[in-house]
């Protein structure tokens, strides 16, 4: 990796755009964070050169992490030229939502991901697969050029790590993940208060509308496809807003017969979207059957079709992985 290459785009920046994924998690928000605040005191860029972009909804448990109160929505910014654009966490272009104009008329645009399906479309790219995170990714670049991390830098960065390596649980925690965790504890990341928020602040109607998802859950191939799929009506009935279903097709792959797990949401009468989980297959090949990606247990894509169509789809291509 060529980090000097990371320094000298930012210092020949006038007006930087930091982009995060539709559906925002706490690596992309973290990650997004990050960059902006290593951005504003490490290259003495004031803070009005620099923004940050979301799509819909920044989770509750998320608020915690610095500096997300100043981030915008796409339509705040739309009339706003910047000569670099960042996407932070972002697989594949159309996870920009909104964002994505902003991301094309940018002169210079830097990808920075871990998806092994990112297909380097920025001019500059940071694209590591063997990185538990895009905050793992982060880590490295700003150790490379010694860029000073404080308490909120590191602070964002290890929910980054923690939340995408579920709690340093996933294949994807090795032993470097662990040591740069550390390192960032010691900088000042606060453990305990971190998982706290990432993992005992949910909305209680998020908690019982998974309940009600779970006990209309579904089974298939001697219960190794679970899945659930959720309709507007249900989301109603919760007042649930979209970061409400994070957590539940992790949920599902708890199940010990579960090889793959799936949640499908409705978004429209002609359009799903799926997330998929799995132990052992790689799901990525699924997603990508229907124009999305991800990485080997951990993909999502966008149907369009409606509901019980996609499910169908759906279920026929994770029995073809599942062989
Ligand atoms: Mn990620």
Redesign the pocket.
Known sequence: MDYELFKTTIQNANKILIISHVNP?G??LG?MSALYQVVVKNFNISKDSVDMVYNGIIPEIYKFIPCLELAKTPQQVKDIQYDLAISV?IAAKDRMGDSLPLFEKAEVRMNI???KTNSNFGTVNFVRADAC???EVMFDIFRALDLKMDKDISSALYA?ILT?TGGFRYENTTAQTLLKASELIELGADPAKISRYCYESKPRNMVLLHANCMINAEFSDNNKIAGICITNKDMEKFHATNDYTEGLVEELRRIKTTEVSYVLKEVDENTTKASLRSKTADVSTVAQVFGGGGHTFAAGCTIRKPLNIAKDKLVEEIRRVLG
């Open positions: 998690d690596d992309t990650s966490d991901d871990h998806h995170s895009c905050g980054a995408d």
